[in-house]
């Protein structure tokens, strides 16, 4: 059973467009929302994460807007750029933090 | 170094034989977690260490796979009998406590291939 289900799988943007990258839960005992950026060959590398008490984060030109009785958050890149691109992750956790993953989009800008 | 490294990088191996994977987290991280990413998957969680104990081995796919930690530091994930599925890339990442507040430190993960 898949806890977080993250879409698209795949994502193509022009240079300078905004990418969007939705996910959905199920456990409401979740209680953090991280993403995951992950580059060929490489492991994830934690992104930008959110906590249910607020409905948006924004860090530089990452944002995650929550949605807490839809249970949906969702990231978007403003002005997305070719060295984003990369498959991102979105996760949940609860407690001690063992994530749980969504399938991962994977984004492709172009110049 | 700075990061969580995990050895080899790549494996391959014949159906059959038992692997051995390292990790070697960030210096007095407490927590120690490992994953499998399987081509076009997200993470799957398999074994989370607190120090030298496993509290949740719930992800480990059969008895099969095994993991131990030693000194509070370097990781082994072994799996027996290696089996055509097992082939992933199975990653390691550690965080200083394991709560939500502390993020996970990914390691590049070692990519194994089981003909």
């Known amino acids: 059973q898949q806890q977080v289900k993250q879409s698209p799988q795949s994502l193509i943007v022009q240079k300078g467009g905004i990418s969007i990258i939705n996910c959905a839960y199920e456990?409401?005992?979740?209680?953090?929302f991280p993403w995951y950026q992950q580059f060929p060959g490489k492991g994830p590398a934690l992104l930008i994460a959110?906590?249910?008490?607020?409905s948006e984060k924004k860090e530089g030109r990452f944002t995650i807007s929550f949605n807490k009785s839809a249970k949906q958050f969702s990231l978007h890149i403003m002005d997305s750029q070719p060295g984003d691109s990369a498959t991102y992750f979105c996760?949940?956790?609860?407690?001690?933090?063992?994530?749980?993953f969504g399938k991962g989009t994977m984004l492709l800008v172009s110049p | 170094g700075a990061g969580v490294s995990q050895s080899p990088s790549n494996k391959v191996t014949e159906k059959g034989k038992d692997v051995e994977l390292r990790c070697d987290p960030i210096?007095?991280?407490?927590?120690l977690y490992w994953y499998r990413q399987r081509l076009g998957q997200g993470l799957e969680f398999l074994i989370y260490?607190?120090?030298?104990?496993?509290?949740?081995k719930s992800g480990l796919p059969s008895d099969r796979f095994s993991a131990e930690r030693t000194g509070e530091s370097v990781s082994t994930l072994t799996i027996q009998r290696t089996q055509q599925e097992d082939s992933a890339v199975y990653l390691c990442?550690?965080?200083?406590?394991?709560?939500?507040?502390?993020?996970?430190?990914f390691g590049d993960g070692t990519r194994l291939s089981i003909l």
């Open positions: 210096s007095g991280h407490t927590a």
């Open positions: 456990n409401t005992a979740f209680d953090y």
């Open positions: 260490f607190q120090g030298n104990s496993a509290p949740d």
């Open positions: 959110i906590r249910p008490d607020v």
């Open positions: 996760a949940a956790t609860e407690g001690y933090s063992t994530l749980t």
């Open positions: 990442a550690s965080s200083l406590l394991p709560d939500s507040n502390q993020p996970q430190h």
